[in-house]
Each structure stands twice: as C-alpha cells, then as structure tokens.
C-alpha cells in the first residue's frame, strides 16, 4: 500500500512540476491519440455504416475480421457497424420513401447513431491513448521525438523504476478520464449539473 | 381515367411463402384507392413493392408507363415522386419542424421556402404550435399527422398510406382523414391507403380493392363494392363475418 502511496504522489509531483520532457510526453501521445482518433473516424464512421447497409457475400467474415481488429483503429468500423445496426429498420424505410438517396441515407444514418457513434470514438480514443504495442513497434522510443505516456512507462518498467511507471500510468488515467469527460459532455450537449 | 399504376402477374413471396401474387390490377390518377382486407393478405406487402422498399421476384409494375420493379435506375427519381406514410411512424432525432422538414432538404430547398411550407403544413394537421418540440416526446396521435405532414409537404404524386389511423383515438381518425380528403382535393394526389377498417375505406376511397391470401378478390368504385358485391368472400368481409 505504501509502494502505491508513494506512486501518488510521484505523480502529483510530476503533474505539478511542469517538467518540459513530461509535459512533452503527455502533449505528444495526446496529438497522436487526436490525429489517429480523427482519420479512424473520418474513415471509419462512413464504413461502418455502409458495410452495415451493405448486404455482400462474406460480409459476416468482414465484421469478424474487424472485431478482431477491434484494439487497433478499425474499433470505429467495428463500433458503427454496431451502432447502426442498433437504429430500427423503420427509420431506414422512412428516410427512403421519403426520397433519400443512397449517400443521403448513410449521412441519416450517421445523423440517428451519433450518440452511439460518439461512444464508439471515446472508446477509440482511450484505446490508442493507451496503444503502447503498435507505437513502440512504428515510432519507437525515442527521447523527445516519438516518446509517448506508454512508451515512456514501459521504458520505466524495463529500467526497474516502477513508482515512476506506476505514477505516469495514474496520470495517463486521469488525463484519459478528463478527456472522456469532456467528450461526453460535448457529445450530450450539456455539462452534468 | 388514366391509370398511375399498371400491375401485372406480381409476385413475392417469403422463405417459399406466396404473400402476394396480383394477376392484373390498375390504380387510377388522382383518386383514392382503399386496399383493403384482413390481416396478414398482402396489403402492406404491396404498399412496399409501389415505394420501391422491396422487390418483387416477378411480374411489373408501370408507374405513368415506366416498368418500375426491375429497372433499377428509375430507382431514385420515382421514389422521388411518391411518399409512404407507416401504421407505427418513427420519428428522426430532432424537433417536429426538423422532422417534416427532412424531404424538402433532401431536394435541396433554400432555407427560407422550407420554413414556409413546413409551417403551412403543420397549420393543415395542427400541430403548428409544437413546431419546435423534441419530436421523440409527442404523442401517437401527433406522431402519424407529422408522418403525413412529413410524406405530403413536398408534394409527391402518390402518397401511400399504411394503416394510417390504426390504434388512434377518433379525434386524430377524424383530423387524419380530413387531411386525406383536403390532400386529394388540393394537390390532385394519387392515394393508395392500406386499411381493414371497411367503414374507412367507404369514407374515404373512390375505388375499393379487396384482397384475400395475397390475391385481389375484387376491386371497382366503392358503391358498387360496398352495396353490390360480386364475390361471396367481398360480401362476407364486408359484412363482417371472419373469412380465411
């Protein structure tokens, strides 16, 4: 208990002491997680909801194939294939005979779901906050250029530092909780009273 | 009077089921058709098929001379050109004026000329006071005259009516029907409304359709299908005895 007392406020300390290289760190994986969460989503939403209108030979192995994958970036496909199959088929019949086009479909669609579609990205976004595989393996580690939260507690971990690992991986969660609230907040419209 | 539809030998059918097989029946321009029969014959079956929302697995259907069930890319501009009203409308996310709003933005009408004809609209079924109200908090009633309101503001040629007042209390029976009557008398608007509410369709249509186990059993003007019946399966519906 106190090896994790001791962790705490480590990481208070770091979050307060407006060291360059951790602020660096922390900025890094949140521009990455940002840019990442952006073109899975610009890519991933329509998909999604065109492979979940789409009726195709092999489209169950494609959405098995994807839910594999569900830890990488395809999480968006994966999650608005879900979330449009959530939205009732009367509501896809009523915006046809109302006169949609096939583009115009998928937007409504989209437009129905974006509750669901908007959990679908917190989820991605959390999930490549905390991507630590996939970023070691393309970016690496290095010091000021591609070291990120993960990168670096990994590191700490391999160095035997473990309150040091322990304290950045507490101010990964927090720095993950404040963005998913904010993300919530914006995808309902108003903040919690 | 010239005829909007031409059906001819349609067919569908489900997991091996025949649900429709209509031999020969035409619907005529500018009039209201009533289809009507028991649960389960067909009729809303038939409704989909017109709108383009299923296909058939064979037969035709020429829409002002137009063969509509197999060409595939007429698909969009005679969709266009009708609108379908369900027995359980849903609403869009959004407030009522957002939802009957949806077709006109479909076909890009500058802002100005929606707002204009969403509000006269809504003035015509009543419900111009809940313009701005979250469309998911109205009431069943409410929802069916948006879903009209919704399917006749752009208004389309055919407007198809699927149990429109099915479940409603007689107050909203009577506001939707006379919203059918004044669409029809106003805009010249084919109407083709699936009921089995017999006493309805004597209300409404001009000519009847009766329909049993996926056949048309009998159709011709109203008077004659509800005080002359030439089928002894017309004349017990209407009469309402259970036939099967």
């Known amino acids: ?78 999650l608005t294939i879900v979330a449009v199959h959530g939205i ?42 905390a991507e630590v595989g996939a970023v070691m393996m393309v970016g690496g580690n290095i010091r000021f250029q591609t070291r990120v939260m993960t990168t670096a507690i990994a590191l700490h971990k391999g160095m035997g530092e473990l309150q040091q690992a322990l304290a950045l991986g507490m101010i990964l969660i927090f720095i993950s909780f404040l963005i998913n609230l904010l993300l919530d907040i914006f995808r309902k419209g108003k903040v919690y009273t | 009077m010239e005829n909007i539809f031409e059906i001819r030998d349609l067919v569908k059918q489900f997991n091996g089921k025949t649900i429709l097989d209509i031999d020969n029946l035409d619907i005529k321009k500018g009039l209201i058709t009533a289809v009507i029969g028991p649960s389960g014959v067909g009729k809303s079956t038939l409704l989909l098929i017109l709108n383009g929302l299923l296909e058939p697995d064979s037969g035709s259907i020429l829409f002002e001379g137009k063969d509509i069930a197999r ?50 609209i809504l003035e015509l079924v009543g419900l111009k ?31 198809l009516l699927d149990e429109p007042t099915a479940n409603l209390d007689p107050a909203n029976v009577t506001l939707i029907e006379e919203f059918i009557v004044h669409a029809r008398k106003k805009y010249s608007t084919t109407i083709i409304i699936v009921t089995h509410n017999m006493f309805q369709a004597k209300r409404l249509s001009d000519i009847s359709v009766f329909m049993l186990n996926g056949k048309v059993v009998e159709s011709g003007t109203k008077e004659l299908m509800f005080e002359q019946p030439a089928n002894e399966k017309t004349k017990s519906f209407i009469s309402g005895e259970m036939i099967y």
């Open chain 1, 1 to 78: 208990m106190e090896f994790f007392k001791e962790a705490f406020v480590i990481a208070i300390k770091l979050l307060f002491s407006f060291d360059r290289e951790l602020y660096g760190i922390v900025l890094l994986s949140l521009k990455i997680s940002t840019i990442s969460v952006l073109i899975s989503s610009i890519i991933g939403i329509p998909l999604g909801t065109i492979i979940s209108l789409k009726k195709f030979k092999g489209k169950t192995m494609l959405i098995n194939i994807i839910n594999t994958f569900m830890g990488l970036p395809p999480v968006v496909v994966g």
């Open chain 1, 88 to 129: 009732s088929a009367q509501i896809q019949n009523t915006a046809v005979s109302l006169g949609a086009s096939k583009t115009q479909l998928v937007w409504t669609l989209i437009r129905e779901a974006k509750y669901s579609i908007g959990a679908s990205v917190i989820v991605a976004f959390g999930r490549l906050l």
């Open chain 2, 71 to 120: 060409n595939l890319k007429l698909g969009d501009s005679v969709r266009r050109s009708m609108a379908m009203a369900f027995q359980k409308p849903v609403m869009f996310d959004g407030t009522v004026f957002d939802n009957v709003a949806y077709s006109l933005k479909l076909r890009k009408i500058p802002d100005k000329e929606i707002k204009c004809q969403v509000y006269e």
């Open chain 2, 129 to 159: 006071n809940i313009a701005s109200q979250k469309a998911e908090t109205i009431s069943g009633g409410e929802a069916q005259r948006i879903a009209l309101a919704r399917a006749m503001v752009y208004r389309p040629k055919v407007l």
